[in-house]
């Protein structure tokens, strides 16, 4: 697996999971997006998981290729936006482990990133 390349996540839009811990890989993620700031933030439908290994963040490889409806959401100043995710479509099985979601966010002062951590125990 890849090293993850994720340095600092943005304090400006954080994201934030419904639920954190998971028995197995869950059908759906219900993602909260905070926006902090008063500017305004797009980001798309992509998304990608990564693994915590020996202290390390991985890039999870998808079990086949990944389509993405290209789209823009807006991310209002200081608003809030709720997206699901299906992890299932991304990867069938998750062995027990501790995983994060991980999007990129635009706007006027570029491009960031903001994750959302959750587990699985067997």
């Given at each position: 697996?890849?090293?993850?390349?994720?340095?600092?996540?943005?304090?400006?839009?954080?994201?934030?999971?419904?639920?954190?811990?998971?028995?197995?890989?869950?059908?759906?993620?219900?993602?909260?997006?905070?926006?902090?700031?008063?500017?305004?933030?797009?980001?798309?439908?992509?998304?990608?998981?990564?693994?915590?290994?020996?202290?390390?963040?991985y890039?999870?490889?998808?079990?086949?290729?990944?389509?993405?409806t290209?789209?823009?959401?807006?991310?209002?100043?200081?608003?809030?936006?709720?997206?699901?995710?299906?992890?299932?479509?991304?990867?069938?099985?998750?062995?027990?482990?501790?995983?994060?979601?991980?999007?990129?966010?635009y706007?006027?002062?570029?491009?960031?990133?903001?994750?959302?951590?959750?587990?699985?125990?067997?």
């Amino acid at each position: 697996m890849e090293q993850s390349t994720v340095g600092e996540l943005s304090s400006d839009v954080t994201m934030r999971l419904s639920q954190e811990e998971f028995r197995s890989v869950p059908s759906e993620l219900s993602l909260v997006i905070t926006n902090h700031t008063g500017e305004e933030y797009t980001y798309g439908s992509e998304y990608r998981l990564e693994v915590y290994l020996d202290d390390q963040w991985y890039i999870l490889p998808a079990e086949e290729e990944l389509y993405f409806t290209s789209i823009g959401v807006m991310l209002q100043p200081d608003g809030i936006n709720s997206e699901n995710i299906a992890p299932e479509e991304y990867r069938e099985h998750l062995p027990a482990g501790h995983y994060r979601v991980v999007k990129e966010f635009y706007g006027a002062g570029g491009e960031i990133t903001a994750a959302a951590e959750f587990s699985i125990s067997e």
